[in-house]
């Protein structure tokens, strides 16, 4: 199931990139994919969408009046909610981010550290892990007290693990097969 809905979020998500793309739009329909995103995510918006009783025009009226979206976008989010499919508009975003990225040559990295990063630290992690990767990198910070020091950046399917808590694993094993 996540699969298909994955597959049906890509096919959004690259058709809006093209129509972008052709209309040299990119940024302002992230920004707009961005906000639908949390509007939609919203119970009572997304109840009043999903409410057959309610027209699609009037439907349509609501969030243009709510929103400075794309008139484009908004024919997005009538075909969404006309297919019973207004759940995976984050899958879309998040998909549309990627092919922009991607595009662009960035790529995002998730860094958890135990405590909050100063924008200084968030900076020299940045270029780091820009060098290792030869890409251009968007930081998203994460806290998690367990690593008690260091930290573990996620960047696609890779994991860099920096942190004292893997440390103390690693020679915990060391230390249980003797070899210490």
Do not use: C
């Not at 007290?145 to 094993?173: E, H, M, T, W, Y």
Request: charged share 25%; net charge positive.
């Amino acid at each position: 199931m996540a699969k298909r809905v994955y597959a049906i979020a890509m096919r959004y998500a690259q058709a809006l990139y093209e129509l972008a793309k052709e209309q040299k739009s990119l940024d302002k329909w992230q920004e707009d994919l961005q906000d639908l995103s949390s509007l939609t995510e919203d119970a009572s918006v997304a109840e009043f969408l999903s409410n057959p009783k309610i027209a699609s025009a009037r439907k349509h009226k609501v969030l243009a009046k709510l929103s400075n979206i794309d008139p484009l976008m908004l024919n997005l989010v009538d075909m969404l909610v006309a297919t019973r499919r207004l759940g995976i508009m984050r899958a879309v975003s998040g998909e549309y981010n990627r092919l922009l990225n991607e595009a662009r040559g960035v790529e995002d990295a998730i860094v958890t550290t135990a405590k909050p990063s100063s924008e200084a630290d968030i900076e020299i992690i940045r270029q780091q892990l820009s060098k290792i990767t030869g890409k251009k990198i968007n930081v998203v910070t994460a806290t998690d007290p367990g690593l008690i020091a260091g930290l573990k950046a996620r960047i696609g399917d890779k994991l860099i693990d920096g942190s004292v808590s893997r440390r103390l694993v690693l020679l915990q094993n060391e230390i249980s097969q003797g070899r210490i």
